[in-house]
Nanobody, 118 residues
C-alpha cells in the first residue's frame, strides 16, 4: 500500500509562512489527497484537499491563507501556509483513500508539527 511521509513543520512566528510536503511512496496522481490537522485537546479536522484534476477545497479558517498543490511527477503534495496564526498550531497530517482490494483503505502519514508563536 502507499505510504505517506510529511515534512516541513517547525516553529514560526505569527504572520510567517511554512510549506509542508507530503511524499507518497508511489503514484497518487489519480486520487484525492487531503491535509488534516489536530491541535492539543481538539479533534482532527480537515484543512484542505486536492483532487486528481487539481480542484481544491479549504476549511473556512484557512481560506485565503493556505494553498495546496500537487506535483504528480514527484508523487508529492504541498501545503503552503501563509499569514500563520497561533491557532494554526497543530500536528498536520496527509491523508488519502485507496482501493484496499476488499474496500476503501484510509492512509495517513505520521504527521508534522507546526508551532506558531505569538
Amino acid at each position: 500500500q502507499v505510504q505517506l511521509v510529511e515534512s516541513g513543520g517547525g516553529l514560526v512566528q505569527a504572520g510567517g509562512s511554512l510549506r509542508l510536503s507530503c511524499a507518497a511512496s508511489r503514484s497518487v496522481s489519480h486520487i484525492t489527497m487531503a491535509w488534516h490537522r489536530q491541535a492539543p485537546g481538539n479533534q482532527r479536522e480537515l484543512v484542505a484537499s486536492i483532487t486528481s484534476a487539481g480542484y481544491t477545497d479549504y476549511a473556512d479558517s484557512v481560506k485565503g491563507r493556505f494553498t495546496t498543490t500537487r506535483d504528480n511527477a514527484k508523487n508529492t503534495v504541498y501545503l503552503q501556509m501563509n499569514s500563520l496564526k497561533p491557532e494554526d498550531t497543530a500536528v498536520y497530517y496527509c491523508r488519502t483513500v485507496v482501493d484496499g482490494g476488499s474496500g476503501d483503505l484510509e492512509i495517513w502519514g505520521q504527521g508534522t508539527l507546526v508551532t506558531v508563536s505569538s
